[in-house]
């Protein structure tokens, strides 16, 4: 990634090429149906747990296995050479080719030699390095680099495709699928042939044979590797296996998950030397370090080595879908490569793309050994921050405002009277305003051209509640309520919604008025120790209130409270203990309903309240897993729920990404969130995060503001009232 400039160029031409967006949506939507059709009757959860024990298995004992694949390799015939860095390996296989005058190198598919830019450094020396894979020799003959792990040309159309082989051999080629792929065979088959040296990469290096596996959906591997006399094997060292046993497990896996296939086309075991026309056959294996014990070395990171490169975690990205790789990723792309080019190539190339991430744990749902690909990279964001800041922003909005909780509790309260001049009547029809258009014309492109945006609301909740009656005799239970900046300051009506469901329920609430923001803001922009200081603070105001349960309508909230309070305050011996005991019992507010006090079995004999639709907020479903509980309880209180299309994508908010990181990024998603929200044909659309409010109110209050945005707790409400008459 090059200059802030560059990044941002690259962001618009992506933006603009709606065609690659609509293709690239259209590939993951077949994909998400694919793949739950290839696991059906398969236990995922059970399976990718398997492999990750596996890989940090391999990980603890990685230099006794190193040591054990050696040994077996050169047994079998094979010589290996361990490179500290791409370099080192480009300039053995060079090396190589010199000594055997070899001009040519038929190449199959191989990531590591991207990440070495191995053509360029061949081309250099005067040696010819062809490309066999379809995808691959494409992207060569385009000039441009892979946009995808397991798909590399998944950005390019048949059309270009045609011109690109109709120049290369010379004559007005069908843009048809078919003939595409009879000109790819054809040209690329002399290659074998022709090539003095063959190579490929490795999916597995298994440690107990000291022999290789290939995974590919071409057979142009195996011709690579069996054809030409000298065979080299690129290969990371993060690639090893125990035992053949591991790598069958993890082909089960891995084309389930890369392209929703219940096998790969061809899978190819390889061990030593054989004879060729009465020579003995070479093969190299280059191993490459580049990065990789680093990675394995950090606490924090490790786990990004258990990746077995499916590139699922861009196949379900909202982000990539509407930019592509060439725009989020420099040689490997989407979430896991955030991560690999901030120790492969440095952080400085990674501090772009590290924001480009929105947080919607996508990834990290899909992900076939487990990496919680999110945390990974908000660890990274924060040395992203150190390194280089968050801006001035930021840096005043986190450590001089969110940190005093007076001075920020005020400042709110004075937006709330100096916002009216920007504020016009809300196009729903509600009592509150909203903010339609900013004066400053490039704000008003980013903020306000597509989207509403809310105005702060008159008066808090936290000021609310000082003056809202709970008539509850007998309370089962007393709960803790943590608001949230969202429900707090914006949607307050939320908070008291919940207060109206939880006393009819016999439920007291018990509300801290020291608690302040969850952090997860500072966290996200990398201002570690923001995040600590307010842990502390909602800790503190938390553990004197001695509630049963502590209770979020925010699920980002949620997640702060029982998951990273925990982290942030784990070096903290004063309150990691209290942290812990506070995380045991918070839970959202629709789970809390619905698995302890049984809510929709009591909301049963409700009358139809009309249908609706759901939107699963990203945090709520893959932070908290909870989808089920907010649609038994809408079901329960008479609402009919009618599903959309993709309900969990992400909507685009993300926080601040969607007004300070990339507004424009944000734009596209929630376009798409909005469309697929009106293709229901539904009047209101339900939801449990404040944040997806904010977004999805506003964007419909362009877009149409006939369909009604309304948190869970809010129509549960209204539904108590209305049977209470």
């Known amino acids: 990634m090059a200059t802030n400039d560059t990044y941002k160029k690259s962001i618009e031409k992506a933006l603009n090429n709606q065609k690659l967006s609509e293709a690239l949506h259209l590939f993951g939507d077949n994909y998400l149906i694919a793949r739950e059709n290839a696991y059906r009757g398969l236990d995922f959860e059970a399976m990718r747990q398997d492999l ?3 890989k940090d298995d391999v990980r603890i004992r990685r230099k006794e296995l190193l040591a054990e694949f050696i040994k077996n390799a050169e047994a079998a015939g094979s010589t290996v050479f361990i490179a500290k860095d791409t370099k080192e390996a480009n300039d053995y296989v060079i090396n190589l080719a010199k000594k055997k005058n070899a001009k040519r190198i038929a190449k199959s598919k191989s990531m590591v030699s991207e990440e070495a830019h191995f053509n360029k ?27 995808h792990m397991v798909m590399p040309a998944i950005h390019m159309f048949k059309e270009e495709v045609a011109e690109l082989f109709g120049k290369e051999v010379g004559e007005t080629i069908s843009p048809e699928i078919k003939t ?70 993890i082909t089960r ?142 840096n005043v909005a986190f450590k001089a405002v969110m940190k005093n909780r007076s001075l920020f509790h005020s400042m709110v309260r004075a937006a709330s009277k100096l916002q009216h001049p920007v504020t016009h009547k809300d196009p729903a029809g509600s009592e509150k305003r ?76 018990i509300f801290p008025q020291e608690q302040n923001c969850c952090g997860i803001p500072a966290l996200y922009s990398g201002d570690t120790d923001t995040g600590v200081e307010l842990a502390k603070q909602n800790v503190d105001a938390f553990t004197k209130a001695k509630v049963d349960y502590i209770l979020c309508i925010c699920p980002t909230c949620t997640m702060g409270v029982k998951r990273d309070f925990v982290e942030r305050l784990a070096d903290h011996p004063d309150w990691s203990a209290k942290a812990l005991a506070l995380s045991d019992k ?69 926080g601040t990404y969607s007004f300070l990181s990339h507004p424009q990024i944000s734009k596209q998603i929630t376009h798409d969130k909005v469309e ?35 948190h869970t707790v809010e129509l549960l409400a209204e539904a108590i009232e209305a049977k209470e008459g």
């Open 52 to 54: 990750a024990s596996i």
């Open 121 to 147: 450094a061949m081309e250099a020396e005067g040696i010819q390095a062809s490309e066999t894979d379809l995808g691959e020799w494409i992207v060569q003959l385009a000039g441009q680099r892979p946009s």
């Open 180 to 249: 595409l792929v009879d000109v790819a065979r054809k040209r690329l088959r002399q290659e074998y042939f022709d090539a003095d040296i063959g190579l490929t990469g490795a999916n597995f290096l298994v440690a107990n044979t000291g022999g290789i596996g290939l995974v590919t959906n071409e057979g142009n591997a195996r011709l690579c590797a069996t054809m030409p006399k000298v065979h080299v094997v690129f290969g990371g060292i993060h690639k090893l296996v125990r035992n053949m046993e591991d790598a069958i497990k």
């Open 253 to 394: 896996l891995l084309p389930r998950n890369a392209t929703g296939q219940l096998l790969t086309s061809y899978i190819t075991w390889i061990r030593g030397t054989v004879p060729v026309d009465g020579e003995t056959k070479e093969q190299h294996i280059v191993l490459i370090d580049g990065g990789r014990e680093a990675l394995y070395e950090s606490k924090a990171c490790q786990d990004a080595l258990r990746c077995i490169q499916c590139g699922a975690c861009a196949n379900v990205c909202p982000v990539y879908q509407t930019v592509g790789g060439h725009v989020f990723g420099s040689i490997y792309i989407s979430a896991i490569g955030i991560i690999l080019t901030a120790f492969y190539e440095g952080l400085d190339k990674a501090k772009e793309i590290t924001r480009a991430c929105i947080g919607c744990r996508s990834c990290t749902a899909v992900c076939p050994s487990g990496i919680d690909l999110e945390e990974i990279i908000l660890h990274l964001r924060t040395q992203v921050t150190k390194e280089y800041g968050m801006g001035m922003i930021k």
């Open 434 to 509: 909203v903010i339609r258009h900013l004066p400053m014309h490039f704000m008003d492109r980013d903020f306000t051209q597509w989207r509403d945006l809310p105005s702060v609301a008159e008066k808090s909740f936290r000021d609310q509640f000082k003056t809202i009656t709970q008539r509850v005799d007998k309370p089962k239970y007393k709960v803790g309520f943590f608001v949230g900046c969202g429900a707090d300051f914006v949607y307050p009506e939320v908070g008291t919604s919940l207060i109206k469901v939880l006393n009819a329920l016999d439920v007291e609430v």
């Open 586 to 654: 918070t839970m959202d507010a629709a789970a809390f309903l619905e698995n302890v006090l049984g809510a929709s079995e009591k909301f049963a004999d409700f009358n139809s309240q009309g249908t609706i639709t759901y939107h699963d907020s990203c945090h709520l479903k893959r932070g908290n897993n909870v989808w089920q509980e907010p649609r038994a309880l809408l079901g329960a209180t008479g609402y009919a729920v009618q599903e959309m299309k993709n309900s969990d994508r992400c909507c685009g908010f993300g």
């Open 676 to 710: 697929a929200i009106k293709n229901v044909n539904c009047k209101t659309v339900a939801m449990d995060c404040p944040g997806c409010m904010i977004m999805l109110k506003g964007a419909m209050g362009k877009a149409n503001p006939n369909i009604r945005c309304a």
